[in-house]
Each structure stands twice: as structure tokens, then as C-alpha cells.
């Protein structure tokens, strides 16, 4: 592809992607889902106009990378210490039910197969799609009903920091499983070895950066450095550890969590993540969907994946939140808080499309989760409050 052919391509995604993204806000809808209908729109779904290639593939993995890094960055640590015993049960079992949920649905579409196969582990993926959970959505709601600072609210935030982290660690897991020659004890192993090294290393990091960050602060020369760590520790997961590299990259936005300057990173990385690298990766998403192939076992998987997706985690949640001492109400409240998914849904599907474990078609179920379950969460959770008021 010539350079020329490229600029145009940047050119009909970025316009496409923002506006559509703009539209989706208006329409109270994340913004994320305008910019991958974007990308249906002018890919082979519709016009056809852009196709994907190498450089726009290497562009939507910065991107991702940077997204992750801003997801580490925006992790409290201080809110992780203090989540306790309760916050942590509830994220392990909102993991392990949709992952459960998740394998079990492909294989009754797909067929049931032994440990280690190509189906088994399709299936374990699409599993492990759903145990992503993105409570954005969740906290908008909360704050426009004055509820964010309650028990619901501070659980529903703790179990979701929590959640992505195990999430990660699942993803990590199961990339490593990939290779048939790979065993789960290695992959356990080398994952293990990663996060003690990172443990280590991230104290010192973080102390010379907090050095650096008090005699420069506020400079850009913090943000250029951060993202230089983000992009180092995503190459030597993924090169020396089999770790995916967007998990270094998490890990990198931890280490910086807790530096004064945390949130001014994390601002100067979102300039380039929301003009140009962002639009890409979700527009990508669009782009390497062709919903002219779905049939209707597809079209029949798709809507059973978006109803298990759901209740995975209102049943994951809720029902071990009853356990825990919750009312019913208030354990439904952290089951309903809980199954929004967002661009993290996406990661996770975009990387088992790299690395040849799922088809791209299987997008569409993802994004017809994102979107249905970004749209009902407000709704439903609006509705319990309501009608808790009325019970009074």
C-alpha cells in the first residue's frame, strides 16, 4: 500500500470514527460503539472503502496499548487495599461464572470436545471474553441518582478494579495455552514469574519516578516517560514472559497509579488515543467485520452470547453478593452494576483474533453486547432504585 492510500484511509477512518462516536454520546450510548459501526460502515459490511492491512493493524495495537496503559493508570490502589474479602469474592466469582457460561454455550452450538483441542480452546475463549466486565457506564448511572458513594456503589468499583486484573490474568492464562506444545503448569509458571518480576521491578520504578516527578512535575517529560515504560514492559511480557502485551502495558499504568501525576498522564495520553490511535482500534473492529457472512447460527449464537453475558454476571455477582449478607435488592443492584462491557470486551476478542483462536465473525456478538448491555444497565439499575423509593 502507497503512502498516499494510507493518509486516505486515516483520513475516511478518523472523520467516520469521531463522528460517529459523537453521534453515540448524543444518543447516550458509549462512544465506542459509534466508532466501530464506523467501521462497519466503511468496511466490507457496506461501502467497502477501506480495507485493513499491516500499518493499520500495528496502529490499533497502539492503540490498545495505550488503552490499557490508561486502564492501569486509572486503577486506585489504595481503593484495591481497602476493597477487602468481599469485593475480591465477588470479582472471582464474576469471572468464573461468565467464563464458565461462556465455554459451555460455544460447545452446545459448536459441539463438546477433549481438553487441548482447537474447539475447546475457541470455546474457553469465547468464555473468556465474558469475564471482561466495564463499569463506566455503571458509574455515570450512579452518580446521576446520587448513589456512587454508597455500600453499592463502593463494591460495584472494587469488584470491577479487582475483576480486571483476574480478567487479565485469565486472558494471559489462555493465550499461553494456545500453543500445543505449552502445559498449564509452564504457563502458570512464566505468568507467575512475570507479575513477581513486575512486583519488583514496579517498586523501583515507581520510586525513581516519583524522584523525577517531584523535581519535574507537571512536565511532558513524565508522560513521554510513562508511555516509553508502557510500550517496554508490553514487548518483554509478550517476547520473554508469552505474556500478552497488553497485559505489560496494564501492568506499566499500575505502576504509575499511585505518582501525583498519575491523572496527568493519563490526560496526555488520552489526546493521542482519542485523536487518532483509539478511533483505529475500534474502527478496526468494524473493519474486520463482515456482517454480509452472518448466517443464522451465527445470528442464534450471537443472541444466546448477549443473554448469558448478562446473566453470568447478574447470577455471578448478585447471587454470591445474597450469599454474602446483601439484601436481595442491593445484591441485584451489584449483579446488574456489574455486566456492562466495554472496550476491555473488545481487547479480549481482538486478541484471540490475532492470535488465530477465534473467527472475526464472533465480533458481532461482542458488539452486540457491548451495545445492549451499555443500553439496559442505566435502565434496569434506575428501575430498582425507583422502586426501592416506592417500598419506603
Not at 460502515?41 to 490498545?64: R, W, Y
Not at 448511572?141 to 475483576?163: Q, W
Not at 495455552?177 to 507467575?192: Q, R, S
Not at 466495554?342 to 481487547?347: H, M
Request: aromatic share 8%; net charge neutral; charged share 15%.
Amino acid at each position: 500500500m502507497d503512502t498516499l492510500e494510507i493518509l486516505r484511509n486515516l483520513a475516511i477512518i478518523i472523520i467516520t470514527a469521531k463522528a460517529f462516536g459523537l453521534i453515540a454520546r448524543k444518543l447516550k450510548a458509549p462512544q465506542v460503539a459509534g466508532e466501530i459501526i464506523a467501521g462497519l460502515l466503511i468496511g466490507p459490511t457496506l461501502l467497502n472503502v477501506v480495507s485493513t492491512d499491516d500499518f493499520l493493524a500495528g496502529m490499533a495495537e497502539i492503540g490498545v496499548i495505550l488503552l490499557m496503559f490508561s486502564a492501569g493508570l486509572e486503577t486506585d490502589i489504595d481503593n484495591l487495599k481497602k476493597s477487602g474479602i468481599k469485593a475480591t469474592i465477588l470479582a472471582c466469582s464474576g469471572v468464573s461464572i461468565p467464563l464458565i457460561f461462556g465455554t459451555i454455550l460455544f460447545m452446545c452450538f459448536y459441539g463438546f470436545q477433549a481438553p487441548g483441542s482447537t474447539g475447546f480452546m475457541q470455546a474457553l475463549f469465547i468464555g473468556t471474553i465474558l469475564t471482561a466486565t466495564s463499569v463506566s457506564i455503571t458509574v455515570q448511572a450512579l452518580k446521576e441518582l446520587g448513589k456512587i458513594s454508597t455500600d453499592v456503589g463502593t463494591t460495584i468499583m472494587s469488584a470491577a478494579i479487582i475483576d480486571d486484573v483476574i480478567g487479565i490474568v485469565v486472558l494471559t492464562a489462555v493465550l499461553g495455552l494456545k500453543d500445543p506444545n505449552a502445559n498449564l503448569g509452564a504457563v502458570c509458571i512464566k505468568t507467575v514469574l512475570f507479575f513477581a518480576l513486575s512486583l519488583v521491578l514496579g517498586i523501583v520504578i515507581f520510586k525513581i519516578m516519583q524522584k523525577l516527578d517531584e523535581r519535574w512535575p507537571h512536565t511532558r517529560r513524565i508522560p513521554i516517560i510513562g508511555m516509553t515504560l508502557a510500550f517496554i514492559l508490553a514487548y518483554v511480557a509478550d517476547k520473554y514472559f508469552g505474556v500478552a502485551d497488553i497485559t505489560g502495558a496494564y501492568v506499566a499504568g499500575i505502576i504509575l497509579s499511585s505518582l501525583d501525576d498519575s491523572e496527568y498522564i493519563d490526560r496526555k495520553m488520552d489526546i493521542n488515543s482519542y485523536m487518532i490511535f483509539g478511533p483505529i482500534f475500534f474502527a478496526s473492529v468494524g473493519l474486520q467485520t463482515n456482517l454480509r457472512t452472518v448466517d443464522l447460527t451465527i445470528l442464534a449464537f450471537s443472541i444466546a452470547f448477549v443473554i448469558v453475558g448478562l446473566l453470568g454476571k447478574v447470577v455471578g455477582c448478585g447471587l454470591v453478593a445474597k450469599i454474602l449478607g446483601y439484601t436481595p435488592s442491593d445484591s441485584l443492584k451489584i449483579g446488574v452494576g456489574m455486566m456492562t462491557r466495554g472496550e476491555v470486551a473488545l481487547i479480549v476478542a481482538q486478541r484471540g483474533l490475532k492470535a488465530d483462536i477465534i473467527d472475526s465473525r464472533y465480533f458481532t456478538a461482542v458488539i452486540l453486547l457491548i451495545v445492549i448491555s451499555s443500553v439496559l444497565t442505566p435502565i434496569i439499575l434506575k428501575a430498582i432504585y425507583a422502586a426501592d423509593e416506592k417500598s419506603m
